[in-house]
Protein backbone atom coordinates (compact mmCIF):
# COMPACT_ATOMS: atom_id res chain seq x y z
CA UNK A 1 0.00 0.00 0.00
CA UNK A 2 2.99 2.36 1.05
CA UNK A 3 4.42 1.72 -2.22
CA UNK A 4 1.50 2.34 -3.97
CA UNK A 5 1.02 5.48 -2.39
CA UNK A 6 4.04 6.77 -3.16
CA UNK A 7 3.71 6.12 -6.97
CA UNK A 8 0.77 8.06 -7.15
CA UNK A 9 2.17 11.00 -4.45
CA UNK A 10 4.27 13.14 -7.79
CA UNK A 11 0.92 13.05 -9.51
CA UNK A 12 -1.23 14.47 -6.75
CA UNK A 13 1.87 16.95 -5.96
CA UNK A 14 1.84 18.02 -9.22
CA UNK A 15 -2.10 18.66 -9.21
CA UNK A 16 -1.69 20.40 -5.96
CA UNK A 17 1.03 22.69 -7.77
CA UNK A 18 -1.86 23.43 -9.69
CA UNK A 19 -4.02 24.71 -6.72
CA UNK A 20 -3.43 28.46 -7.61
CA UNK A 21 -4.38 28.06 -10.82
CA UNK A 22 -7.46 25.54 -10.25
CA UNK A 23 -8.60 28.02 -7.59
CA UNK A 24 -8.32 31.25 -9.68
CA UNK A 25 -10.53 29.67 -12.11
CA UNK A 26 -13.32 28.39 -9.31
CA UNK A 27 -12.92 31.74 -8.26
CA UNK A 28 -13.61 33.85 -11.63
CA UNK A 29 -16.25 31.35 -12.40
CA UNK A 30 -18.25 31.67 -9.05
CA UNK A 31 -17.85 35.37 -9.43
CA UNK A 32 -18.89 35.40 -12.91
CA UNK A 33 -22.42 33.33 -12.02
CA UNK A 34 -23.17 35.28 -9.01
CA UNK A 35 -22.60 38.90 -11.21
CA UNK A 36 -24.84 37.64 -13.88
CA UNK A 37 -27.13 36.61 -11.47
CA UNK A 38 -27.33 39.58 -9.59
CA UNK A 39 -27.86 41.75 -12.64
CA UNK A 40 -30.41 40.02 -13.85
CA UNK A 41 -32.31 39.68 -10.97
CA UNK A 42 -32.54 43.10 -10.84
CA UNK A 43 -34.08 43.42 -14.20
CA UNK A 44 -37.50 45.05 -13.72
CA UNK A 45 -40.01 42.26 -14.73
CA UNK A 46 -42.06 44.34 -17.00
CA UNK A 47 -39.28 44.89 -19.23
CA UNK A 48 -38.30 40.67 -18.93
CA UNK A 49 -42.58 40.38 -20.20
CA UNK A 50 -42.14 42.65 -23.03
CA UNK A 51 -38.97 40.77 -24.39
CA UNK A 52 -40.72 37.24 -23.65
CA UNK A 53 -43.80 38.18 -25.08
CA UNK A 54 -42.53 40.33 -28.01
CA UNK A 55 -39.17 38.52 -29.35
CA UNK A 56 -37.93 35.15 -27.54
CA UNK A 57 -41.57 33.68 -27.41
CA UNK A 58 -42.41 33.90 -30.84
CA UNK A 59 -39.42 33.80 -32.44
CA UNK A 60 -38.59 30.47 -30.62
CA UNK A 61 -41.31 28.59 -31.97
CA UNK A 62 -40.55 30.29 -35.56
CA UNK A 63 -37.12 28.82 -35.48
CA UNK A 64 -38.85 25.25 -34.68
CA UNK A 65 -40.66 25.56 -37.73
CA UNK A 66 -40.07 23.80 -40.84
CA UNK A 67 -39.97 26.71 -42.91
CA UNK A 68 -37.34 27.73 -44.78
CA UNK A 69 -34.25 29.05 -43.23
CA UNK A 70 -34.66 32.43 -44.77
CA UNK A 71 -38.41 33.09 -44.73
CA UNK A 72 -37.96 32.65 -40.63
CA UNK A 73 -35.14 34.66 -40.76
CA UNK A 74 -37.12 37.83 -42.48
CA UNK A 75 -39.95 37.03 -39.76
CA UNK A 76 -37.87 37.34 -37.13
CA UNK A 77 -36.33 40.78 -38.27
CA UNK A 78 -39.68 42.18 -38.00
CA UNK A 79 -39.87 41.26 -33.91
CA UNK A 80 -35.74 42.21 -33.52
CA UNK A 81 -35.93 45.50 -35.67
CA UNK A 82 -39.59 47.36 -34.12
CA UNK A 83 -38.53 45.62 -30.17
CA UNK A 84 -35.00 46.21 -30.69
CA UNK A 85 -34.34 47.94 -27.21
CA UNK A 86 -35.67 44.85 -25.06
CA UNK A 87 -33.15 42.77 -26.92
CA UNK A 88 -29.94 40.91 -25.20
CA UNK A 89 -27.31 41.89 -26.83
CA UNK A 90 -25.71 38.11 -27.53
CA UNK A 91 -29.26 37.58 -29.26
CA UNK A 92 -28.74 41.00 -31.80
CA UNK A 93 -24.87 39.56 -32.23
CA UNK A 94 -26.09 36.18 -33.04
CA UNK A 95 -28.88 37.67 -35.60
CA UNK A 96 -25.80 40.21 -37.29
CA UNK A 97 -23.55 37.42 -37.97
CA UNK A 98 -26.20 35.06 -39.69
CA UNK A 99 -27.05 37.84 -41.98
CA UNK A 100 -23.38 38.70 -42.44
CA UNK A 101 -23.24 35.11 -43.42
CA UNK A 102 -26.31 33.99 -46.03
CA UNK A 103 -27.61 30.77 -45.90
CA UNK A 104 -25.26 29.70 -43.50
CA UNK A 105 -26.66 26.76 -41.48
CA UNK A 106 -23.91 26.91 -38.73
CA UNK A 107 -24.74 30.82 -37.97
CA UNK A 108 -28.44 30.09 -38.14
CA UNK A 109 -28.14 27.31 -35.59
CA UNK A 110 -25.99 29.92 -33.16
CA UNK A 111 -28.83 32.28 -33.66
CA UNK A 112 -31.52 29.15 -32.64
CA UNK A 113 -29.26 28.19 -29.93
CA UNK A 114 -29.33 31.55 -28.48
CA UNK A 115 -32.94 31.98 -28.39
CA UNK A 116 -33.61 28.76 -27.07
CA UNK A 117 -31.60 29.54 -24.22
CA UNK A 118 -33.14 32.96 -23.35
CA UNK A 119 -36.46 31.97 -24.33
CA UNK A 120 -35.69 29.48 -21.32
CA UNK A 121 -33.74 31.34 -18.86
CA UNK A 122 -36.76 34.54 -19.43
CA UNK A 123 -39.68 31.66 -18.71
CA UNK A 124 -38.25 30.55 -15.28
CA UNK A 125 -37.32 34.30 -13.80
CA UNK A 126 -40.96 35.10 -14.83
CA UNK A 127 -42.27 32.27 -13.07
CA UNK A 128 -43.41 30.11 -15.57
CA UNK A 129 -43.56 26.05 -15.41
CA UNK A 130 -40.15 24.36 -16.43
CA UNK A 131 -38.34 21.51 -16.51
CA UNK A 132 -36.54 20.29 -13.30
CA UNK A 133 -32.76 20.16 -13.21
CA UNK A 134 -32.38 16.13 -14.00
CA UNK A 135 -35.12 16.75 -17.01
CA UNK A 136 -33.12 19.61 -18.25
CA UNK A 137 -29.98 17.62 -18.51
CA UNK A 138 -31.32 14.71 -20.11
CA UNK A 139 -32.41 16.96 -23.17
CA UNK A 140 -29.16 18.76 -23.27
CA UNK A 141 -27.06 17.76 -26.60
CA UNK A 142 -24.22 15.64 -26.65
CA UNK A 143 -21.58 18.37 -26.71
CA UNK A 144 -23.54 20.16 -24.11
CA UNK A 145 -23.78 17.23 -21.71
CA UNK A 146 -19.85 16.75 -21.90
CA UNK A 147 -19.26 19.65 -21.12
CA UNK A 148 -21.34 19.86 -18.03
CA UNK A 149 -19.51 16.68 -16.61
CA UNK A 150 -16.26 18.16 -17.54
CA UNK A 151 -16.91 21.22 -15.02
CA UNK A 152 -18.69 18.77 -11.96
CA UNK A 153 -15.20 16.64 -12.80
CA UNK A 154 -12.74 19.64 -12.37
CA UNK A 155 -14.56 20.81 -9.60
CA UNK A 156 -14.36 17.34 -7.29
CA UNK A 157 -10.74 16.97 -8.51
CA UNK A 158 -9.79 20.51 -6.98
CA UNK A 159 -11.80 19.35 -4.04
CA UNK A 160 -10.02 15.70 -3.59
CA UNK A 161 -6.70 17.20 -3.81
CA UNK A 162 -7.21 19.22 -0.82
CA UNK A 163 -8.31 16.26 0.98
CA UNK A 164 -5.68 13.52 -0.05
CA UNK A 165 -2.82 16.03 0.98
CA UNK A 166 -4.48 15.74 4.60
CA UNK A 167 -5.40 11.98 4.49
CA UNK A 168 -3.40 9.31 5.77
CA UNK A 169 -2.82 5.34 5.14
CA UNK A 170 -5.44 3.48 3.43
CA UNK A 171 -7.56 6.61 3.35
CA UNK A 172 -5.08 8.26 1.29
CA UNK A 173 -4.56 5.87 -0.78
CA UNK A 174 -8.29 5.23 -1.46
CA UNK A 175 -8.76 8.93 -2.62
CA UNK A 176 -5.30 8.92 -4.41
CA UNK A 177 -7.31 5.95 -6.80
CA UNK A 178 -10.40 8.19 -7.11
CA UNK A 179 -8.65 10.94 -7.83
CA UNK A 180 -6.38 9.38 -10.69
CA UNK A 181 -9.49 7.67 -12.19
CA UNK A 182 -11.63 11.07 -11.94
CA UNK A 183 -8.34 12.52 -14.20
CA UNK A 184 -8.37 9.39 -16.81
CA UNK A 185 -12.09 10.29 -17.04
CA UNK A 186 -11.80 14.14 -17.57
CA UNK A 187 -8.95 13.46 -20.56
CA UNK A 188 -11.19 10.91 -21.99
CA UNK A 189 -13.80 12.69 -21.70
CA UNK A 190 -11.82 16.15 -23.08
CA UNK A 191 -10.47 14.14 -25.72
CA UNK A 192 -13.76 13.36 -26.65
CA UNK A 193 -15.62 16.69 -26.52
CA UNK A 194 -13.52 17.91 -29.22
CA UNK A 195 -14.14 15.30 -31.04
CA UNK A 196 -17.78 15.68 -31.14
CA UNK A 197 -16.99 19.38 -31.68
CA UNK A 198 -14.77 18.54 -34.60
CA UNK A 199 -17.46 16.10 -36.15
CA UNK A 200 -20.47 18.66 -35.37
CA UNK A 201 -18.48 21.67 -37.25
CA UNK A 202 -17.49 19.38 -40.08
CA UNK A 203 -21.24 17.97 -40.45
CA UNK A 204 -22.41 21.37 -40.29
CA UNK A 205 -20.05 22.51 -43.10
CA UNK A 206 -21.01 20.07 -45.38
CA UNK A 207 -24.87 20.86 -44.82
CA UNK A 208 -24.23 24.42 -45.60
CA UNK A 209 -22.65 24.07 -48.94
CA UNK A 210 -24.94 21.41 -49.81
CA UNK A 211 -27.80 24.33 -49.08
CA UNK A 212 -25.77 26.94 -50.82
CA UNK A 213 -25.60 24.41 -54.06
CA UNK A 214 -28.78 23.60 -53.98
CA UNK A 215 -29.95 27.71 -53.42
CA UNK A 216 -28.01 28.59 -56.22
CA UNK A 217 -29.42 25.88 -58.77
CA UNK A 218 -32.66 27.27 -57.99
Known sequence: MGEMLNILMPMIDYIQKMDSLIAALATGLITFFITKYKYHRNIPLDKLEIAYNRIYYPIYYITKSNADIQ????????????????????????????????????????????????????????????????????????????????????????????IVGYAKGKCALILAYVELSLVLVLAIEGIC????????????????????????KE
Open 71 to 162: QSMDKCKKYLTKYRKYADKTTLRAFENFEGAKFDNIAYKQFEKNIDKMNTKLRRRLGYLDSNIITTYNYLGVFEKSMLRIVLEVIVIYILTF
Open 193 to 216: MIGIGIAIGLKESFLSKIRKKDIF
